[in-house]
């Protein structure tokens, strides 16, 4: 994939320099041109396309923010309710992801999410310790979330 990439930043270059500007709209022309020869010449490279990566990277980050949004609605109908009527606690998840890299993104990107906090983590048991703002209400949505968030991370890393 580090070869395609190189390779298409060169396309981009040598396109760049055989025209008179030298801007960035000419080399962004280039580089697509250079992704859509790399992309035909596909078989010839040892790993798939990178363009499937960068895809799956774009459709994590969507999904990140609407997850984000989700919560926050979530979280903001809680707290201006006139009576505060939340139950916190901290539950256990358990995570099919290996590596430790796959795990720090899961972590994060729950963490960033709003009315959960990652506590801790068990990576030789594959567990999680989150502690959600409103147990009734969080539970469900935090694991599927966690779901949604492994599959996505798999498709990114592997």
Same mark, same amino acid.
């Given at each position: 994939?580090?070869?395609?990439?190189?390779?298409?930043?060169?396309i981009g270059m040598?396109?760049?320099?055989?025209?008179?500007?030298?801007?960035?709209?000419?080399?962004?022309?280039?580089?697509?041109?250079?992704?859509?020869?790399?992309?035909?010449?596909?078989?010839?490279?040892?790993?798939?396309?990178?363009?499937?990566?960068?895809w799956s990277i774009?459709?994590?980050?969507?999904?990140?923010?609407?997850?984000?949004?989700?919560?926050?609605?979530?979280?903001?109908?809680?707290?201006?309710?006139?009576?505060?009527?939340?139950?916190?606690?901290?539950?256990?998840?358990?995570?099919?992801?290996?590596?430790?890299?796959?795990?720090?993104m899961l972590t994060?990107?729950? /963490?960033?999410?709003?009315?959960?906090?990652?506590?801790?983590?068990?990576?030789?048991?594959?567990?999680?310790?989150?502690?959600?703002?409103?147990?009734?209400?969080?539970?469900?949505?935090? /694991?599927?979330?966690?779901?949604?968030?492994?599959? /996505?991370?798999?498709?990114?890393?592997?």
């Open positions: 994939m580090t070869l395609q990439i190189l390779l298409n930043l060169v040598v396109w760049m320099l055989l025209h008179d500007e030298w801007n960035m709209l000419t080399f962004t022309i280039g580089f697509l041109i250079g992704s859509i020869f790399i992309f035909a010449l596909r078989r010839f490279f040892p790993g798939p396309f990178y363009g499937l990566k960068i774009i459709k994590l980050l969507i999904l990140f923010n609407v997850e984000l949004v989700k919560s926050s609605l979530i979280v903001i109908g809680q707290i201006t309710r006139p009576k505060l009527n939340i139950q916190p606690g901290i539950f256990k998840l358990e995570t099919k992801l290996k590596s430790d890299w796959e795990i720090i994060n990107l729950l /963490a960033l999410t709003p009315g959960s906090a990652v506590l801790e983590i068990a990576p030789q048991e594959g567990v999680m310790y989150i502690h959600a703002m409103d147990m009734a209400e969080f539970r469900h949505s935090i /694991a599927k979330t966690k779901d949604l968030f492994e599959e /996505a991370i798999i498709e990114v890393m592997r």
